[in-house]
Nanobody, 126 residues
Framework: VQLVESGGGLVQAGGSLRLSCAPSGRTLSRYAVGWFRQSPGEEREFVGAISWSGGSSYYADDVKGRFTISRDNAKNTVYLQMNSLRPEDTAVYYC????????????????????WGQGTLVTVSS
């Protein structure tokens, strides 16, 4: 599964962006999806994740209440809605997917994921 992220860009602090993650040539059905980010000089960190049913999700503490992950399985796309953006949210954002037997499982560890996108840059100016 090749994942493609889109929607990154430059936004002012307090603004919003919506990232999309879609597979190339395959369905995301029965794949749990996670979002991660990496800032220059930093390790990749977990942002949030959603089960393949969409019924369960989980977020890192510093994005909780600001970011929301959703999925439209009919459109074969997972979204990361980012509101109230801060300069410290500046990073390359990656989506990742793993096939899951349980429809309500999500995964917070990057090592759990099988497929990764190439990333999309989000820059938040102060």
């Amino acid at each position: 599964v090749q994942l493609v992220e889109s929607g990154g860009g430059l936004v002012q602090a307090g603004g919003s962006l919506r990232l999309s993650c879609a597979p190339s040539g395959r369905t995301l059905s029965r794949y749990a999806v996670g979002w991660f980010r990496q800032s220059p000089g930093e390790e990749r960190e977990f942002v949030g994740a959603i089960s393949w049913s969409g019924g369960s999700s989980y977020y890192a503490d510093d994005v909780k209440g600001r970011f929301t992950i959703s999925r439209d399985n009919a459109k074969n796309t997972v979204y990361l809605q980012m509101n109230s953006l801060r300069p410290e949210d500046t990073a390359v954002y990656y989506c990742a997917a793993v096939r899951s037997a349980n429809s309500n499982y999500y995964y917070t560890n990057s090592g759990s994921y099988t497929y990764w996108g190439q990333g999309t840059l989000v820059t938040v100016s102060s």
